[in-house]
C-alpha cells in the first residue's frame, strides 16, 4: 500500500514535469526500479503509464487536427516491429544491463531536454508541409523507427521525444504535426512493448497503474503550470529528481 503511493506520488511528479519539459521517464522508470528491482519487470510495468499518457496526449492533438495520419500509420508500424523485437529481448539481458542502461540514459536524455530551445528554434527550416513524403524520408523514417522502437521496447526513458526527433529532422515535419503523429507512435510501441510484457508475465499492473493514475492528474496539472514559464523551474528539477533516483538505484544494490 505504502509502495503504490509512493509510485502514485513519483508518477505525479513525472507528469508534471514530462508535460513541460519531458523526460519524465526518467523518473517513472528508476521509481519502479526501486520497487521491482532492476530488470524486465519494472520496464514492463512502466509501459502502463507510457500507454496511458501517449495515448491521452494523442486524443487532445488528434481533436485539434495536427495529426498526420498516413506518415504516422508509416512510422507507427516500423516502431511496433522494432518495440516488439525489443521487449522480446530485453528480458535475456542480466540484471547489471539495466543499471548499466540508466546511467547512460539520464545524462542522455537530460542533453536531449536540456537542448530543446535549440532545436526547437530550427524546426521550421526547409520543412515538408505535405502528409505526403518522398521515397527517401519514407525509408529514412522507417529505419528510424526500428531503432527507436528497439530502444523503447528494451528500455524506454526518453524513447517518445526521440519519435519527435526522428519525425521532426529525420522527415522534417513541422512541429505540431510532429508532436501529434509522435504520440501516435508512441501508443504503438508502447502497446506492442505492453502486450509482449505481458504475454511473459513481465508486468506488475498495481505498480504500473499506481504510477499511471498519478502521471495523469500530474499531466492535467502541469498542462496549466506550461503556461507560467514554468520550464526553468522544471528542467533544474528533472536533473537532482534522476540524478538522486539514480544514485538510489545504485547505492540499493
Known amino acids: 500500500m505504502i509502495s503504490s503511493v509512493?509510485?502514485?506520488?513519483?508518477g505525479f511528479l513525472a507528469g508534471v514535469i514530462d508535460s513541460i519539459a519531458g523526460?519524465?521517464?526518467?523518473?517513472?522508470?528508476?521509481?519502479?526500479?526501486?520497487?521491482?528491482?532492476a530488470g524486465p519487470l519494472a520496464v514492463g510495468s512502466n509501459k502502463i503509464p507510457g500507454l496511458l499518457a501517449a495515448v491521452s496526449a494523442l486524443v487532445v492533438y488528434?481533436?485539434?487536427?495536427?495529426?498526420?495520419?498516413?506518415?504516422?500509420?508509416?512510422?507507427?508500424?516500423?516502431?511496433?516491429?522494432g518495440a516488439w523485437a525489443g521487449s522480446q529481448a530485453s528480458p535475456h539481458l542480466p540484471s547489471e544491463a539495466f543499471k548499466l542502461l540508466l546511467l547512460i540514459s539520464v545524462p542522455l536524455v537530460l542533453a536531449v531536454v536540456f537542448s530543446r530551445p535549440l532545436w526547437m528554434r530550427r524546426v521550421e527550416a526547409h520543412q515538408n508541409h505535405s502528409d505526403v513524403l518522398s521515397r527517401?524520408?519514407?525509408?529514412?523514417?522507417?529505419v528510424l523507427g526500428l531503432g527507436v522502437g528497439f530502444y523503447d521496447g528494451a528500455w524506454g526513458p526518453g524513447g517518445g521525444t526521440f519519435m519527435f526527433l526522428a519525425l521532426l529532422f529525420g522527415a522534417k515535419i513541422?512541429?505540431?504535426?510532429?508532436?501529434?503523429?509522435?504520440?501516435?507512435?508512441?501508443?504503438?510501441?508502447?502497446g506492442a512493448s505492453l502486450i509482449n510484457y505481458w504475454r511473459?508475465?513481465?508486468?506488475?499492473?498495481?505498480?504500473g497503474v499506481s504510477v499511471a493514475v498519478g502521471s495523469i492528474l500530474g499531466a492535467a496539472l502541469g498542462a496549466r503550470l506550461a503556461?507560467?514559464?514554468?520550464?526553468?523551474?522544471?528542467?533544474?528539477?528533472?536533473?537532482?529528481?534522476s540524478v538522486l533516483l539514480l544514485l538510489r538505484v545504485f547505492s540499493g544494490s
Open 174 to 190: 513541422p512541429l505540431l504535426p510532429a508532436i501529434a503523429t509522435a504520440k501516435l507512435a508512441n501508443s504503438s510501441s508502447a
Open 200 to 207: 511473459q508475465g513481465l508486468v506488475s499492473p498495481v505498480e
Open 136 to 142: 527517401s524520408a519514407t525509408i529514412r523514417l522507417g
Open 62 to 81: 488528434w481533436r485539434a487536427g495536427h495529426l498526420w495520419i498516413k506518415t504516422g500509420l508509416a512510422f507507427s508500424a516500423a516502431l511496433f516491429l
Open 6 to 10: 509512493l509510485l502514485a506520488l513519483a
Open 227 to 241: 503556461r507560467h514559464s514554468a520550464e526553468k523551474v522544471v528542467r533544474p528539477a528533472l536533473v537532482v529528481i
Open 23 to 37: 523526460g519524465g521517464g526518467l523518473i517513472t522508470l528508476p521509481s519502479l526500479m526501486l520497487v521491482l528491482g
